[in-house]
């Protein structure tokens, strides 16, 4: 049987490839001051593939494992699963910064794609039976739907790159569909699962009406606000209305999440850390919130598109603040890993002085002010603590097991 030692250093070996992330984007930042020798476009795909697929992917098909799925006699078949994952994330960090979208990345991005529909099906045919009336099973479950809808665009990138090339829109709204599915479909929903789980441990139900009316809310929502992933193609007027229907139904399904779970949070008796990351969460997730409402009207969709730092500011607030933030609350909470208060702080000043800089710069070309003075040096020095914040957690949890 599979014990939580091993958990943790599977959640452990996830740490490890955010940590090769944040210094390979640490190594982006100084491109332009040290005119370093490397390709920035195929480092860029190693960064992003490292991060969500290594760390993200990783930590939280763990954790879902980890709650959900009969131990006994599915754990070889796991470990298997598990390692041939592993193998695929090591291909592409050895192909991608060196050869871009090249064979070999090619056939190791493809692997994993394949791989994660065996976890998805492994999942669904282990899940331990008591759960299966769970809300947080059915969370569960459509973030893994999610996770397969998001690589059509993936497989559809092959057909478009031969066809129409990657001039064309489609190629840009192929990347666009499979990260919208991946960030707010399968990661979101899947933090939303492992929360409900956390709740139900502790014996805690939320009414079957209201989780319902959540559960359509935040569906509808996900699938609406695609179209925001595609307003940079100035689309028809229609696209705009789903864009902004579907950001406001998202911000009505969470605020009535929040509703249903506000008065039982003190019945989970969470340390004081565990705390602070939960509120982190939901500052950072009614921002991103906010920010999608903001960019559906015409004028700031395009502002979005024109001035690429509001874009990556918004994607880094996702996934540093909203995903790892949130995965960093649930391996601490099941002590697959500790998450010791100083790393922490390294990590989190480091993620905020870099969005402020990246939304500032942004904000600074829109409105036409003057550019910070040093401003790459200061980015870079921004940049630099959340590597070094991650290299303690992980040098922490090392010693502690």
Known sequence: MMNKKRYGKQVRLGLLYFCLAALLGLLLRSFPLFGFQFNYRYVVHAHSHVALLGWVYVGLTTLLHYCFVKKKGSSVAYQRIFWCTQGTLIGMLL????????????????????????????????????????????????????????????????????????????????????????????????????FLFVLEQKGIELPQKGFTQFFRMVNWGIVLTFALSVLWTEPP??????????????????????????????????????????????????????????????YFARLATI??????????????????????????????????????VWYFSGFVLSELLIFYRGIAAWMQWEPLGN????????????????????????FHH
Request: hydrophobic residues 55%.
């Open 307 to 344: 001035y690429m730092d509001l874009t990556i500011g918004y994607l880094h607030l996702t996934f540093l603040g909203v995903i790892s933030i949130g995965l960093f609350f649930f391996v601490d909470y099941y002590g697959l890993m500790r998450i010791a208060q100083r790393p922490f």
């Open 375 to 398: 401003y790459m040096v200061i980015l870079i020095l921004a940049s630099m603590l959340m590597p070094i914040g991650l290299i303690l957690m992980l040098s922490k949890n090392r």
């Open 95 to 194: 192909t991608f910064p060196f050869t871009g979208y090249a064979l070999f990345s090619i056939i190791f991005s493809t692997l994993f794609l394949i791989v994660s529909y065996v976890y998805v099906y492994h999942f669904w045919k282990n899940i331990k039976p008591k759960f299966n009336q769970s809300k947080a099973l059915r969370c569960a479950k459509a973030a893994l739907l999610y996770l397969v809808i998001s690589s059509i665009g993936p497989w559809a990138l092959g057909a478009i790159m031969n066809t129409l090339g990657p001039q064309s829109i489609w190629y840009r709204s192929a990347i666009y569909f499979y990260l919208h599915f991946q960030y707010n479909g399968w990661m979101v929903l899947a933090l939303v699962a492992l």
């Open 237 to 298: 007027m229609g696209l705009y209305v789903a864009a902004g229907l579907g950001a406001l139904v998202q911000c009505y399904a969470f605020v009535q999440l929040g509703i249903l779970v506000k008065n039982k949070i003190h019945l989970l008796s969470l340390s004081k850390l565990q705390i602070s990351l939960m509120r982190i969460v939901v500052i950072l997730g009614l921002i991103k919130m906010s920010l999608q409402l903001l960019t559906a009207p015409p």
